[in-house]
């Protein structure tokens, strides 16, 4: 008679990967891994400094540059307030993800009671709470030091400042999965943000673009952070157009944050 009952090395295979089952947000999980993230990061004050101050050292430059004519930093600071933010988010998040599945730190933390979507969640909310300072800072060196000409509230400045900077946060977490080394991490720089830099109405505005380019600018999240931005610096008031781009911004960071959890792995092969 066949016996039914599994053998130890039928049962290994589950043993060894408790976390292939699916397990709902968990809100102590979830913070327990940003104040991880957030502890590790206190004792790396170079990446502090990244987050925090390159984006205000590159407002400041800017502002300087266009020193002899005040009017070129104000149309195009604001925007800048919001993409500075994204791209450094996106480079260190999508950095220190990866090391944390290169090192095995995350192949271990996946052997817990710990789901993807608690991690990813975990990863954002300690970023997303950097980004809060980042932005913070940005806006009011922009605003109130740097002489930034504003005719909408700075508050919602801020407020595209930091979706933005989540926003990066999302793309930064879900490139990683996709990337073996630190390095490859680094390259998928300009395949994921410098065609969003070219075409989100920086240097010039979408509609005049060719047809086929500003229909790709559609549905690139950073052209609608920078129409956020655009519509602060002309009306006083809170637009429907501004509340569209808020909005869409958002749902992006959403969208990719749970990409980023379904295509999460739990180390580089």
């Not at 075409?199 to 010039?204: A, D, E, M, P, R």
């Not at 781009?245 to 092969?269: E, Q």
Request: glycine share 6%.
């Amino acid at each position: 008679m066949t016996s039914t009952t599994p053998t130890a090395a039928q049962a290994a295979p589950a043993a060894r990967h408790p976390a292939a089952t699916p397990r709902p947000l968990n809100l102590s999980r979830t913070t327990a891994t940003a104040t991880r993230v957030l502890r590790q990061l206190s004792h790396d004050p170079r990446t502090i400094a990244l987050l925090v101050l390159i984006p205000c050292v590159m407002l400041f430059l800017l502002r300087y540059v266009f020193d002899g004519s005040a009017r070129t930093f104000d149309s195009i600071g604001a925007s800048l307030l919001g993409i500075f933010p994204l791209i450094t988010m996106f480079l260190v998040t999508s950095i220190a993800t990866l090391r944390e599945r290169t090192s095995g730190t995350l192949e271990r933390l996946l052997a817990m009671p710990l789901g993807k979507g608690d991690l990813i969640a975990g990863y954002a909310l300690a970023f997303g709470t950097l980004a809060i300072v980042q932005s913070a800072l940005a806006t009011g060196l922009a605003v109130w030091f740097l002489g930034l000409d504003v005719t909408g509230s700075p508050w919602l400045l801020l407020l595209v400042a930091l979706l933005d900077a989540l926003l990066g946060t999302a793309l930064g977490l879900f490139v990683s999965a996709f990337a073996a080394s630190e390095f490859q991490a680094v390259q998928f720089m300009p395949a994921v943000i410098f065609p969003q830099l070219l075409l989100c109405g920086l240097f010039t505005p979408r509609d005049t673009m060719h047809p086929a380019l500003e229909a790709v600018s559609n549905v690139l999240p950073m052209s609608y952070a920078v129409d956020g931005m655009n519509e602060v610096l002309r009306h006083t008031d809170m637009t429907a157009t501004f509340v569209r781009d808020v909005l869409i911004v958002a749902g992006c960071a959403l969208l990719v944050l749970a990409l980023g959890a379904a295509t999460l792995k739990r180390r580089t092969p």
